[in-house]
């Protein structure tokens, strides 16, 4: 589903030019649950960044879904993002003057959907996180756990084939930590293919598979023993 | 179209979240659309009732003056249209139907039962009636028999009657004129005011007895308005007229004319022209509001694009395309000049409605609709354009760039 063959990313600073990605090859299959781990500056937010089509490589082909991305232009990318990625960011990103159900209306709103259907999608993947009974609550009104619960939503209420979390319980504390990967298992369980950039080994533990990045390269490819339930 | 109505309720929603800011920032485009309605709106009532007082006068109605330049009037050698003239008009000049001459008599104030007042006196024939339009609302008119037989009767101005108490129905009531005593005949119709001078302070009294009174050394002012037979003859019988009182007055043939035939409707064209300066003065200097307006509105939009930055990095990364970008900004400059626009045209009916109504006997404010629209258009206009730089910087932020902007 997810291709990757000998991903080059150049940074071009000042008359330096930095090497974020120094060939990567990756293969990531359907209904995978994937931890993407190593330190800062090690080139895993460059590879998130591509692998969410919000960057282009320099060099090498990325296909998803059987399509090269590669070469498309910003607005294309902004339609394979809409149709094929759901993010889930760590400080929630959501739109602060907008409601629940509008934060998660969003992505449908750019794929020209009728209002009334979107606003059906958005309750139910409302409802399918919990937060039923909070669809007319701004972010503010909401808590940590709750903000990223509807993160969550709107990232699911596109349907995409990936679900892509950057540090998604990196401002929460362990215990609403806890109750968010239980969804991203649930998911992962209902049959999503579920990425996590992170760098806490509990949080890559609940993946089936972990990645890890140094040096703008795959230094490691494992997958991870069976959770006890 | 349901992007547009989506684009345009996020538009209306982000400018309602600062609503304070939205408002200081569209105050200059309010402040120029109000300054623009409210003076259209004086202008155009001032222009209206100018064109319905000169409406009665018919366009075949063409009037003989004399031109007297400052110099004639220093050195008192002013030019006064002569009775031989009129005797050339009326008989002399083939197609000119109907003369009216009208005569300024110096004769003092009016009294009546101790009371005194100066209306304008003039000496006016039968003819006056249609060729200036002029009638009684109550009573009659000069007729030719009162010209003929030097009739000391007079038809007044309601100021005139109001000024001295005479009875709500003056008829029959004495008035005394300079030294002469005058029966009320008739009562003219209201005119109102021609740049706040009362068309209603002034008497008629017959020409004949007017000549008379004014005694044979003096020559008084004296006007000529006549109308042609043949509407379609009006150059021609002009140009005739032009010719014949030349030959009266003895002008030599390369001579400069000490006299003016003009048109009715030359008063209502030269005050157009007037009004339409002012109205492109008017235009430059809304045109100049608006472009500082403008200029404000794209600073703020500017701000508001950098404050954003990671909105509009989230709604790219969940699909947005440079175009949602850019006509939700667009829109929202667009909305906000012309939410200030709205509020101007508002604010400057109200204000023209003001100045008419301080101003005693002023004609009441009157904005032509499209005058409004346009203005309205404008101020849309306004936001779109100045919108384009700040929405183009927001349609082309990097998405990564713009999710880690904190």
Same mark, same amino acid.
């Given at each position: 589903?997810?291709?990757?063959?000998?991903?080059?990313?150049?940074?071009?600073?000042?008359?330096?030019?930095?090497?974020?990605?120094?060939?990567?090859?990756?293969?990531?299959?359907?209904?995978?649950?994937?931890?993407?781990?190593?330190?800062?500056?090690?080139?895993?937010s460059t590879?998130m960044n591509i692998i969410g089509c919000l960057d282009s490589?320099?060099?090498?082909?990325?296909?998803?879904?059987?399509?090269?991305?590669?070469?498309?232009?910003d607005?294309?990318l902004a339609?394979v993002r809409?149709?094929?990625i759901?993010f889930?960011?760590?400080?929630?990103?959501?739109?602060?003057?907008?409601?629940?159900?509008?934060? +998660?209306?969003?992505?449908? +709103?750019?794929?020209?959907?009728?209002?009334?259907?979107?606003?059906?999608?958005?309750?139910? !993947?409302?409802?399918?996180?919990?937060?039923?009974?909070?669809?007319?609550?701004?972010?503010?009104?909401?808590?940590?756990?709750?903000?990223?619960?509807?993160?969550?939503?709107?990232?699911?209420?596109?349907?995409?084939?990936?679900?892509l979390?950057d540090?998604?319980?990196?401002?929460?504390?362990?215990?609403?930590?806890?109750?968010?990967? !239980?969804?991203?298992?649930?998911?992962?369980?209902?049959?999503?293919?579920?990425?996590?950039?992170?760098?806490?080994?509990?949080? !890559?533990?609940?993946?089936?598979?972990?990645?890890? +990045?140094?040096?703008?390269?795959? +230094?490691?490819?494992?997958?991870?023993?069976?959770?006890?339930? | 179209?349901?992007?547009?109505?989506?684009?345009?309720?996020?538009?209306?929603?982000?400018?309602?979240?600062?609503?304070?800011?939205?408002?200081?920032?569209?105050?200059?485009?309010?402040?120029?659309?109000?300054?623009?309605?409210?003076?259209?709106?004086?202008?155009?009532?001032?222009?209206?009732?100018?064109?319905?007082?000169?409406?009665?006068?018919?366009?075949?109605?063409?009037?003989?003056?004399?031109?007297?330049?400052?110099?004639?009037?220093?050195?008192?050698?002013?030019?006064?249209?002569?009775?031989?003239?009129?005797?050339?008009?009326?008989?002399?000049?083939?197609?000119?139907?109907?003369?009216?001459?009208?005569?300024?008599?110096?004769?003092?104030? =009016?009294?009546?039962?101790?009371?005194?007042?100066?209306?304008?006196?003039?000496?006016?024939?039968?003819?006056?009636?249609?060729?200036?339009?002029?009638?009684?609302?109550?009573?009659? *008119?000069?007729?030719?028999?009162?010209?003929?037989?030097?009739?000391?009767?007079?038809?007044?101005?309601?100021?005139?009657?109001?000024?001295?108490?005479?009875?709500?129905?003056?008829?029959?009531?004495?008035?005394?004129?300079?030294?002469?005593?005058?029966?009320?005949?008739?009562?003219?119709?209201?005119?109102?005011?021609?740049?706040?001078?009362?068309?209603?302070?002034?008497?008629?009294?017959? *020409?004949?007895?007017?000549?008379?009174?004014?005694?044979?050394?003096?020559?008084?002012?004296?006007?000529?308005?006549?109308?042609?037979?043949?509407?379609?003859?009006?150059?021609?019988?002009?140009?005739?007229?032009?010719?014949?009182?030349?030959?009266?007055? @003895?002008? =030599?043939?390369?001579?400069?004319?000490?006299?003016?035939? @003009?048109?009715?409707?030359?008063?209502?064209?030269?005050?157009?022209?007037?009004?339409?300066?002012?109205? =492109?003065?008017?235009?430059?200097?809304?045109?100049?509001?608006?472009?500082?307006?403008?200029?404000?509105?794209?600073?703020?939009?500017?701000?508001?694009?950098?404050?954003?930055?990671?909105?509009?990095g989230?709604?790219k990364a969940?699909g947005?395309?440079?175009?949602?970008?850019?006509?939700?900004?667009?829109?929202?400059?667009?909305?906000?000049?012309?939410?200030?626009?709205?509020?101007?045209?508002?604010?400057?009916?109200?204000?023209?409605?003001?100045?008419?109504?301080?101003?005693?006997?002023?004609?009441?404010?009157?904005?032509?609709?499209?005058?409004?629209?346009?203005?309205?258009?404008?101020?849309?206009?306004?936001?779109?354009?100045?919108?384009?730089?700040?929405?183009?910087?927001?349609?082309?932020?990097d998405p990564i760039e713009a999710l880690r902007?904190?």
């Amino acid at each position: 589903m997810i291709e990757l063959r000998g991903i080059v990313k150049k940074y071009v600073l000042g008359e330096e030019t930095v090497l974020a990605l120094a060939g990567v090859d990756l293969f990531i299959g359907r209904n995978e649950y994937v931890a993407l781990i190593g330190p800062s500056g090690s080139g895993k937010s460059t590879l998130m960044n591509i692998i969410g089509c919000l960057d282009s490589p320099s060099e090498g082909q990325y296909i998803l879904n059987g399509r090269d991305t590669s070469s498309l232009r910003d607005d294309e990318l902004a339609i394979v993002r809409n149709r094929e990625i759901g993010f889930i960011f760590q400080s929630f990103h959501l739109l602060p003057r907008q409601t629940a159900l509008q934060n +998660v209306m969003q992505p449908l +709103v750019y794929r020209r959907m009728p209002p009334a259907e979107r606003r059906e999608r958005a309750a139910h !993947a409302l409802e399918k996180v919990g937060l039923g009974d909070r669809l007319d609550h701004r972010p503010n009104q909401l808590s940590g756990g709750q903000r990223q619960r509807v993160a969550v939503a709107r990232a699911l209420v596109g349907e995409p084939s990936l679900l892509l979390a950057d540090e998604p319980t990196g401002n929460l504390d362990s215990r609403t930590s806890l109750e968010i990967m !239980a969804l991203f298992d649930a998911l992962h369980a209902q049959g999503q293919t579920v990425v996590i950039v992170t760098h806490e080994p509990d949080i !890559a533990a609940h993946c089936r598979r972990t990645i890890r +990045v140094r040096d703008g390269l795959v +230094v490691e490819d494992s997958l991870n023993p069976p959770r006890a339930a | 179209m349901n992007l547009l109505a989506e684009a345009f309720s996020a538009a209306l929603a982000s400018l309602n979240a600062h609503r304070l800011r939205s408002f200081l920032t569209t105050l200059g485009i309010l402040i120029g659309t109000m300054a623009v309605i409210a003076v259209v709106s004086v202008l155009q009532g001032f222009s209206d009732s100018i064109s319905n007082q000169f409406s009665d006068l018919g366009s075949n109605t063409l009037t003989l003056d004399a031109i007297n330049e400052q110099e004639n009037f220093r050195t008192g050698r002013i030019n006064r249209i002569s009775f031989d003239d009129v005797e050339t008009l009326r008989y002399r000049v083939p197609g000119v139907s109907r003369v009216a001459p009208i005569i300024s008599p110096q004769l003092g104030g =009016a009294a009546y039962r101790g009371r005194t007042t100066t209306p304008q006196i003039l000496g006016a024939t039968e003819e006056s009636q249609d060729v200036l339009g002029v009638d009684a609302s109550i009573g009659r *008119f000069i007729t030719a028999s009162d010209d003929r037989n030097g009739r000391r009767i007079v038809v007044i101005g309601v100021d005139v009657r109001d000024e001295l108490r005479m009875p709500k129905n003056p008829i029959g009531e004495y008035l005394l004129i300079g030294r002469e005593w005058f029966r009320v005949v008739g009562l003219l119709e209201k005119r109102g005011e021609i740049f706040g001078f009362s068309q209603d302070n002034r008497v008629f009294i017959p *020409f004949s007895v007017a000549r008379s009174l004014t005694g044979t050394f003096e020559r008084p002012f004296m006007e000529v308005s006549f109308t042609v037979e043949n509407l379609a003859e009006l150059a021609q019988v002009r140009e005739r007229a032009n010719r014949a009182i030349r030959l009266s007055r @003895k002008l =030599a043939p390369n001579a400069e004319p000490d006299f003016e035939i @003009k048109a009715a409707d030359s008063f209502i064209k030269q005050f157009n022209q007037i009004t339409a300066t002012a109205t =492109a003065v008017l235009a430059g200097i809304v045109g100049i509001s608006l472009l500082v307006g403008g200029i404000g509105i794209m600073n703020i939009m500017l701000v508001s694009v950098t404050e954003r930055t990671r909105e509009i990095g989230i709604l790219k990364a969940l699909g947005a395309t440079r175009r949602d970008i850019l006509i939700q900004f667009l829109l929202e400059a667009a909305l906000l000049s012309l939410l200030g626009g709205l509020i101007g045209i508002v604010l400057g009916l109200l204000a023209g409605m003001g100045i008419a109504s301080l101003i005693p006997n002023f004609p009441p404010a009157h904005v032509p609709v499209w005058v409004m629209l346009a203005a309205a258009g404008f101020s849309a206009l306004v936001g779109v354009v100045f919108g384009i730089a700040p929405a183009s910087k927001a349609a082309s932020l990097d998405p990564i760039e713009a999710l880690r902007y904190e």
